[in-house]
């Protein structure tokens, strides 16, 4: 059992936070995160790079000298892809990299980074984050006081707040979420989290049922 401080916006401990790690992933499972990492990093590939073929280059056709007679090799079109400004010879065509792994391995995977988190100490719980309107300044005044500053972060609410998200969106290094939102890149990418209690009790709410099945 882990008992994760809560803090409020200044930064001070306002109480704490019970949890089981195992309730989330009974163990971390490092080939199921990296496959699942590496899934996500491949689903971001545009798949759009494209080179020209002996076919589709500009230039004539005609051979370019006789077959014999030159003491030279036989040559044909200016396109063959020997020859600078030819196509190439296996050209490069458009794809899509995206595939997926199973729903529930992703859903662990994503329980095991939380998981992976919490053991590692990489995890700040604050009790409410809200704002008026928009306040780039006033977020990162929160975080420099919950010393989450100086590294990469990322911000994780209950649900979408338009003003939480406008507030974080221009920090270097930055980067929000909303709970149901989380996988296993976006939790293992930052070197920190900063996570709202309401979201832990979603992340906890959604992986209860499952937990017992987690291997």
């Not at 309730?23 to 199921?32: G, M, Y």
């Not at 545009?46 to 020209?52: C, F, I």
């Not at 899509?96 to 590692?120: E, F, G, H």
């Not at 070197?191 to 099945?213: E, F, G, I, N, Y």
Request: proline share 3%.
């Amino acid at each position: 059992m882990a008992s994760l401080p809560v803090y409020d916006r200044t930064g001070a401990e306002v109480g704490k936070y019970e949890i089981d790690p195992s309730v989330l992933a009974s163990r971390i499972n490092k080939q199921l995160l990296h496959d699942a990492v590496v899934m996500y990093e491949s689903n971001l590939r545009q798949g759009s790079s494209k080179t020209k073929s002996r076919a589709e280059v500009a230039g004539t056709t005609k051979k370019m000298y006789r077959q014999k007679g030159t003491g030279n090799a036989r040559a044909g079109s200016r396109r063959s892809g020997v020859r600078r400004g030819g196509g190439h010879i296996h050209a490069k065509r458009p794809r899509s990299w995206v595939y997926r792994l199973p729903r529930k391995s992703l859903q662990l995977a994503t329980r095991m980074a939380l998981a992976s988190k919490i053991r590692d100490d990489q995890i700040t719980l604050i009790d409410e984050l809200s704002f008026e309107q928009p306040a780039t300044k006033q977020m990162a005044e929160i975080i420099k006081s919950l010393k989450c500053d100086g590294r990469t972060l990322l911000v994780a609410t209950a649900s979408h707040d338009a003003n939480v998200y406008k507030s974080a969106r221009n920090i270097a290094g930055v980067t929000i979420s909303q709970a149901k939102d989380l996988n296993a890149r976006s939790l293992l990418a930052p070197r920190h989290v900063l996570m709202t209690t309401a979201a832990l009790d979603v992340v906890k709410q959604v992986a209860a049922p499952s937990s017992s099945t987690a291997s």
